[in-house]
């Protein structure tokens, strides 16, 4: 899970700053602030690794966003031969055998210069890494930790530009105790687990303690931060359409950034088994049934059918909670269109991945904004890394009682408040275990409070 993201001299951020980052991330706060820019921080990332996966260069105009030159995306008051740069805090746990479980914390750091033969895109000079890593065994019967492993791997950067090699890079220093002598051979499978923790592209030389003979792995830079797996719904969506062409899926299946591929999607997947914890009713946990129960959820009624012809036409129809007649989408109203992508990108999610949504609350009801959101906590609860940009007020207290209802811990919801100030320009506001909120800094969802002094004279 990422951690936090630094940035700096990257569009209106000129100095560093660092976003820390939840399980469930909520950006909001004054328009033309950096909400989108440090979204796009990751989906550059994402539409880069599409673009090509072992490639060394960043892709300004792609599936997810356009930004145009690299001279759009540099702060205008730095100088071309200064770097974009774009740091990742992560941490990583994951088990490794029934007793053994590792932990990692790490940073990856990339920056990026103005490439003179393609302005379309911008290069990567530099890649540095850091991190720690614990490995550590379990006693089942008494859960007591009773040793840790140290390893040591050096990164060779392969990447080259005019055939030759960058740099070298040591990376990932375990800081733990040295382990006995006989327990060398229990760590020997660690290897590939913690390999898929690393970035890509590169040669890695895994040295073991105590000597023992070390192992060489090529693994590809972007991977382990899960850039590949970033599910993207904008907040320019597409309306509804009389139809849909059918196509196929994209290796990471998705909806597409504005729910293009939602009825392909959701047609070809139909009968995909979802996440148990995500699952409404007793019907089938299928990807097609869960989605209906979800909009039924959300809007006290509905449900959606796609029909297909033996020609390449997908058909979407709707029923609403007042009618048992299907509807073309566009005579149900842009609501149940606009909800759809985010439904089936929660469902479809997997753990370690990470759904992006820019105002989820686009023609909702304030009642159906406050159940979405509720299901996009869920989803995060799931393992999935939630980052949700919004100025719903109904979106920000569902979250809340979401914490207070013990779907998220507090710890794992950050709201990040991007005001109208230089130093800090972003603040965390802490959410505490009941839900509730202390620090309310001007203009932080207090419009409401404001119009009511005004009317009513306080």
Aim: hydrophobic residues 35%; contains cysteine.
């Amino acid at each position: 899970m990422l951690k936090a993201i630094i940035v700096k001299n990257f569009k209106c951020f000129k100095e560093e700053v660092k976003f820390p980052l939840g399980q469930l991330t909520l950006l909001t706060g004054i328009n033309g602030r950096g909400k989108s820019t440090m979204l796009q921080s990751l989906l550059l990332m994402r539409q880069s690794i599409e673009h090509n996966e072992n490639g060394a260069q960043l892709v300004l105009n792609g599936s997810c966003v356009n930004l145009g030159s690299f001279n759009n995306i540099r702060n205008s008051n730095v100088s071309r031969e200064e770097s974009i740069t774009f740091k990742y805090l992560h941490e990583g746990i994951g088990e490794i055998k029934a007793n053994t479980r590792f932990k990692i914390f790490g940073s990856a750091q990339y920056y990026f210069e103005e490439n003179y033969q393609d302005d379309m895109v911008a290069k990567i000079s530099q890649i540095e890494f850091d991190g720690d890593i614990t490995v550590e065994y379990f006693n089942k019967l008494n859960n007591n930790i009773y040793d840790s492993i140290p390893y040591k791997i050096n990164l060779v950067y392969k990447k080259s530009i005019h055939n030759s090699f960058l740099f070298n890079k040591s990376i990932y220093k375990y800081i733990s105790d040295i382990p006995e002598e006989e327990k060398v051979k229990r760590i020997s499978g660690i290897y590939a687990h913690l390999l898929k923790l690393l970035p890509s592209g590169y040669i890695v030389e895994v040295e073991s303690p105590k000597g023992s003979p070390s192992n060489k792995h090529r693994i590809n830079p972007y991977k382990s931060l899960h850039f590949d797996k970033i599910h993207y719904i904008s907040a320019d969506r597409i309306g509804p359409q009389e139809f849909y062409l059918k196509s196929t899926l994209t290796k990471f299946p998705n909806v597409g950034s504005k729910g293009e591929f939602t009825a392909n999607l959701l047609n070809k997947n139909k009968d995909h088994l979802v996440n148990e914890q995500l699952c409404l009713g007793e019907d089938a946990k299928t990807l097609a049934t869960q989605t209906e129960e979800w909009l039924n959820q959300i809007f006290d009624g509905g449900k959606v059918e796609i029909t297909s012809s033996k020609s390449n036409i997908l058909e979407l129809m709707f029923n609403t909670s007042s009618s048992k007649d299907r509807f073309r989408p566009a005579n149900v109203g842009f609501g149940y269109h606009c909800v759809l992508p985010i439904v089936v990108s929660g469902l479809i999610a997997k753990p370690g991945e990470i759904l992006i949504v820019e105002n989820p609350e686009a023609h909702l009801h304030p009642k159906a904004q406050s159940r979405l959101a509720k299901f996009l906590a869920k989803v995060s609860s799931c393992g999935v890394q939630v980052f949700i940009e919004s100025h719903s007020d109904h979106i920000l207290n569902a979250l809340r009682i979401a914490v207070l209802d013990k779907i998220l811990n507090h710890e794992n919801l950050k709201i990040l408040y991007f005001q109208n100030k230089i130093d800090p320009p972003v603040v965390e506001i802490p959410v505490q275990p009941d839900g509730s909120i202390e620090e309310w800094p001007e203009g932080f969802f207090d419009q409401m409070d404001k119009d009511f002094e005004r009317l009513f004279g306080i």
